[in-house]
């Protein structure tokens, strides 16, 4: 994922919440973030900065929530994070296995004054 698109995306779109709730200034932006979702906080937070230069989210700070990631097997049910996975279920060694949470990238809500 690129992060100066996604961070365009969160910009209008808190830009429109806080447009909506005649807020004066936004404060934060509260973000849901899954281990394998390839954006990096960090870059978000520099294009953020950059972006929101002159608008009323100008110095919002962005705060993070991460989910960890977790697999499943199909084989056997069994489900585990990143830390267990070597290609294999960790527990009956078959390789079925699909990725059932961490990929979400979402704005939780957002601070307002
Ligand atoms: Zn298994």
């Given at each position: 994922m690129h992060e100066l698109g996604v961070t365009?995306?969160?910009l209008s779109l808190a830009l429109r919440?806080?447009?909506?709730?005649?807020a004066k200034r936004i404060v934060a932006l509260n973000l849901v973030i899954g281990e394998f979702s390839s954006v990096?906080?960090?870059?978000?937070?520099?294009?953020?900065?950059?972006?929101a230069k002159g608008t009323i989210a100008e110095n919002?700070?962005?705060?993070?929530?991460r989910v960890p990631g977790l697999f499943r097997?199909?084989?056997?049910?069994?489900e585990f994070g990143?830390?267990?996975f070597e290609g294999r279920c960790p527990n009956?060694?078959?390789s079925?296995?699909?990725?059932?949470?961490?990929?979400?990238?979402?704005l939780a809500n957002i601070e307002i004054e």
């Open positions: 365009e995306q969160l919440h806080a447009e909506a709730a005649d990096v906080d960090e870059s978000l937070q520099f294009y953020w900065d950059f972006m919002a700070e962005l705060h993070f929530e097997c199909s084989e056997c049910g069994h990143m830390d267990d009956c060694g078959g079925q296995v699909s990725v059932v949470d961490g990929v979400q990238f979402s």
